[in-house]
């Protein structure tokens, strides 16, 4: 296959002017603006001391003998009673070494490559769910055809970048073979990257060999050019499962990206205090990054954060809280320490698409920025903790990062944007309306928002008197009906079709592999 074969994509109504939904065109998002300082040097290297001690004292428990084996060929300390490793912090520093402090991820729409470190910003769609909920079908278990919608609504909408690992779960598939028909929504009904499922090494390769056939070149190209990543978890406190392991060789081998993030809540997977829960963190996603380097040096990784409290009068989790805030801040430190591009979350902890979800995310999402984010993961339809996904919550959430990319975009300061003359102009005690200064920028001078409402109450109720929620309701149907789904090459979707049968087949007759 070559390049020629590579599937494009053309933009859906949505990035069109004229009809439909008005949004943004899709862009690449940068953040100008010097990312927020929570610690100084010398708490910051407390935090870090302490995060060695963690890892050299107490070590992480891995259930794969193959991880076992490489550290203990790096010089590790490997108690395989235990099922413990002990690392130092030279073998901390010498993986930090091999590190890329950025990479970029294509996918089949070389256009929507995204770019991952320095002062980028990447948005990507809810990730994980077992249940979807819309306000015309009520809450349900995941399903194959809601998922699919999700996929066309993150091609729709320009505010996101890139797929999450199973935007929600279809849960009447297989266990075992779902991520064949995910990954296939994905390839054929966006154009953009995506996240692979990481649980085994046959969910990861089926992701790379699946982006490679989309994209017309081999997987060892590919090795040059990622086009897929995942997210590994660490199951805090200080635990590496063997699936995890698995996915996380199998991604480093082929030289695609790996996030490593530990999940960590504090008072339940972490200690109580935010700085205990930052150390823990900080151990834990360290350790991953060596494993990634130790597998093949090099490979790309992303410093990955998700920590947060609970709520210490029920132990349920509590997200895009002021803790969560910080911590969002402070981990984009210690990644800018370890020179590593970064993701963190904007999650929010409410059960419906309220003012609960839309502040709690605000919240999350400020501490991201702040904290220098490089990719925003669940930042698109997250609802209920992470349990559901949200359409109404996917509309609520494109507002908000839309918004958020008009704060980043570079103010204007020219002569003209100045006003001077502008302001002379007009007499004292005047208007501008009708300034010139006015008229040759008023369709553009402002963000137009696609959700808000800014009629008075006179015309807005006459227009149907329709909250946001509502509104949110008509857009993301709307934004179903003008998809367009994106071209691919037939030879190309053959191979992929093909691909996919033969896997199943595979995984029916060896429901292990």
């Known amino acids: 296959m070559t390049q020629d074969r590579r599937g494009g994509g053309r933009r859906g109504k949505a990035g069109r002017s004229g009809g439909g939904i008005a949004q943004l065109p899709w862009q690449h998002v940068e953040n100008p603006y010097p990312p927020m300082q929570l610690l100084d040097e010398e708490r910051m290297e407390r935090l870090h001391?302490?995060?060695?001690?963690?890892?050299?004292?107490?070590?992480?428990?891995v259930m794969s003998e193959r991880v076992m084996d490489l550290f203990a060929s790096a010089g590790a300390i490997v108690d395989r009673e235990e099922k413990t490793i002990r690392i130092d912090e030279s073998l901390v520093n010498e993986a930090l070494r091999a590190v890329p402090y950025s990479f970029t991820l294509t996918s089949r729409n070389p256009e929507k490559q995204v770019h991952l470190g320095g002062n980028s910003l990447v948005f990507g769609l809810v990730a994980g769910p077992p249940n979807v909920h819309d306000r015309i079908n009520g809450r349900r278990q995941g399903n194959l055809a809601d998922y699919q919608n999700f996929i066309k609504l993150a091609h729709h909408f320009n505010a996101i970048h890139i797929i999450g690992n199973q935007v929600v779960a279809p849960m009447e598939l297989p266990a075992n073979s779902r991520h064949l028909d995910t990954y296939h929504a994905n390839l054929t009904l966006s154009d953009l990257s995506f996240h692979c499922t990481a649980i085994g090494r046959a969910r990861a390769m089926d992701g790379i060999n699946m982006m490679a056939i989309a994209r017309g070149i081999s997987v060892e190209e590919m090795r040059a050019s990622p086009g897929v990543t995942t997210i590994i978890s660490i199951n805090s406190p200080r635990l590496f499962d063997d699936a995890m392991a698995e996915g996380l060789i199998a991604m480093a081998e082929h030289g695609q990206p790996v996030t490593v993030t530990p999940f960590t809540l504090m008072g339940a997977m972490t200690p109580v205090t935010l700085a205990a829960a930052l150390c823990q963190q900080n151990a834990e996603a360290l350790f991953g990054v060596v494993l990634t380097q130790l597998v093949n040096p090099g490979t790309p990784v992303m410093y990955g954060a998700f920590t947060s409290n609970v709520d210490m009068k029920s132990g349920a989790p509590a997200f895009g809280t002021p803790e969560n805030a910080k911590a969002n801040i402070i981990a984009g430190q210690l990644a800018r320490r370890y020179n590593l591009p970064y993701r963190t979350s904007n999650a929010n902890a409410s059960n419906v698409v309220d003012l609960q979800a839309a502040y709690e995310t605000e919240m999350a999402t400020w501490g991201a920025?702040?904290?220098?984010?490089?990719?925003?993961?669940h930042a698109a339809g997250w609802l209920e903790g992470g349990l559901t996904a949200s359409y109404e919550k996917l509309v609520l959430d494109v507002e908000i990062l839309q918004n958020m990319m008009e704060f980043l975009r570079p103010l204007p300061f020219q002569e003209e944007d100045l006003g001077f003359e502008a302001i002379k102009s007009v007499p004292a005690g005047g208007h501008f309306f009708g300034a010139e200064h006015t008229m040759s920028r008023y369709t553009t001078a402002f963000y137009q928002p696609m959700l808000s409402n800014w009629q008075n109450h006179g015309a807005w109720e006459e227009a149907g008197g329709k909250d946001a929620l509502e509104r949110a309701t008509e857009l993301w149907q709307q934004a179903l009906h003008d998809y367009e789904e994106p071209m691919m090459d037939p030879a190309i979707r053959e191979e992929?079709?093909?691909?996919?049968?033969?896997?199943?087949?595979?995984?029916?007759a060896n429901p292990e592999g």
């Open 369 to 377: 920025v702040l904290g220098g984010a490089n990719l925003i993961y």
């Open 496 to 508: 992929l079709d093909a691909y996919v049968a033969r896997r199943r087949e595979e995984i029916a």
């Open 49 to 61: 001391d302490t995060s060695m001690r963690i890892l050299s004292e107490l070590g992480i428990r």
